[in-house]
């Protein structure tokens, strides 16, 4: 059963600290996307890969925000430091014409 | 630039019933897909049906089924047979083909109440 899979579920953290959420693409699937959800902005895209390179991250907060591709089976988005206001849902998605979306990272910081 | 617009915030149906959700969406390409995502209390964003604008024929799946009207920037979805399981969060969602292929726009999402 393919499917997007997202590392961690629920991530908890004091402000200040540095977040690193992982997401693992469908096999075969070259383009994969990280969105974030929140109440009040919906789902945002923050980045997207084709290929493994970035081609779009202007949705992201260059200061604080990464985002890499450092092989086809994983994709990683890092916060630091992480803000209370980066509390939100973190969405993986993966595919070529249809993304599929992984389960998210709930992040929380205090 | 493409917008998605969901007009209706929340909507209930008895089960068994038919319901419709409404979306409209603007864009100013010619090639673009249409997506209805359903996402349950457990947050997991599920695909429910997928349209290719240059398709005329509405996509079916199931129970889901889709009226798009092109012309109208419409893309509604119509869930038959109503389970209490279809109780979710429901967003519209588009994105143009060429390179933009897969950059999704949402609509703000219908909350879709069924009752026993």
């Known amino acids: 059963d393919a499917r997007v899979t997202q590392t961690p579920r629920h991530k908890v953290t004091e402000m200040g600290q540095e977040v690193t959420m992982r997401c693992q693409p469908i096999?075969?699937?070259?383009?994969v996307f990280w969105y974030r959800q929140t109440m009040m902005q919906g789902l945002e895209l923050l980045a997207y890969?084709?290929?493994?390179?970035?081609?779009?991250d202007s949705g992201m907060p260059k200061d604080r925000f990464s985002a890499e591709m450092p092989d086809a089976t994983l994709a990683t988005l890092k916060i630091q430091p992480s803000e209370p206001r980066d509390s939100a849902v973190y969405f993986c998605?993966?595919?070529?014409?249809?993304?599929?979306f992984g389960q998210g990272t709930r992040l929380t910081v205090v | 630039a493409q917008t998605v617009t969901q007009s209706q915030p929340e909507m209930s149906v008895q089960e068994a019933e038919t319901v419709t959700l409404s979306c409209t969406y603007d864009?100013?390409?010619?090639?673009?897909?249409l997506f209805w995502y359903k996402q349950p209390p457990s947050r997991q964003m599920i695909l429910v049906i997928r349209?290719?604008?240059?398709?005329?024929q509405n996509a079916t799946e199931n129970r889901f089924s889709v009226n798009f009207q092109k012309a109208a920037k419409s893309f509604s979805l119509k869930i038959s047979d109503s389970q209490l399981g279809d109780a979710a969060m429901y967003f519209c969602?588009?994105?143009?083909?060429?390179?933009?292929?897969?950059?999704?726009?949402f609509g703000q999402g219908t909350i879709l109440t069924v009752h026993p």
């Open positions: 864009t100013s390409e010619s090639d673009y897909y």
């Open positions: 998605a993966s595919g070529t014409w249809t993304p599929f």
């Open positions: 349209q290719e604008a240059y398709k005329q």
């Open positions: 096999l075969g699937h070259n383009t």
């Open positions: 969602a588009s994105h143009a083909g060429g390179t933009s292929y897969g950059k999704l726009t």
């Open positions: 890969f084709r290929n493994r390179a970035p081609l779009d």
